[in-house]
C-alpha cells in the first residue's frame, strides 16, 4: 500500500510539473539542450558508472536517487545546497538541485544566458516557474525569495516512467 502510495505521488510530481509548464515552455537557445548532466547522459545504466562514487540517498520502488561523494555543488559561481541523481531501473533519467539561500536570481540568469531568454511564470505566494523543453530535455526552475528546485529531465525516460506509473 505505501509502494503504491509513493507511485502515485511521483506520478503527481511529473504531472504537476508537466502542467505547470505546458503553456509555459521555451525552446532552448540553438546548441544548449543538454543531454544529460556532468558528463552523464540521459539513459546510463547505472551500473557502468564507479559505483564507488555514488550513495543512494532515496528509494521509490523502482526510482532511485544518489548524491556523489565528491560532488562539486556550484553551478557557474552559485552555491548549491544538494544534487540528486534519478535513476529509474537503474538507467539516468533525472537531475534534482536544490538551493537554500538567495542565488535564485544570479541562477535564474545562468540559466537564461545558457539556455536562452524566457519568461517566468508567476505561481503566486512568491514563487515562480520557469522551463525550457526540446526533443530531449527539459529544464524546468522553480523558485521562491529563499529556495529553489531545478530539474533536468530525460524526455523519452520520463514518458516511460510516466507509463509504468499509470499501468500500476
Sequence with gaps: MILKSIYILLSLLFLSFSVM???????FKTGSEPDGFRGIKWG????????QQFIEVESH??????EKKKEHKKIGNIQ?????????????????????????NNLLTFLKEKYGGCNEKSLGRGMYFISWKA????????????????????NSMTDQVEQYLKRR
Design 135 to 154: 526533443d530531449i530535455s527539459e529544464v524546468s526552475f522553480m523558485y521562491g525569495l529563499d529556495k529553489g528546485r531545478l530539474m533536468l529531465l530525460s
Design 80 to 104: 548549491l545546497s544538494s544534487i540528486k541523481y534519478g535513476f529509474w531501473k537503474g538507467n539516468f533519467y533525472s537531475v534534482r538541485v536544490d538551493l537554500i539561500g538567495f542565488d535564485n
Design 61 to 66: 520502488g523502482d526510482v532511485k536517487f544518489y
Design 21 to 27: 509548464a505546458e503553456s509555459q515552455y521555451c525552446p
Design 44 to 51: 546510463t545504466d547505472i551500473a557502468t558508472l564507479k559505483k
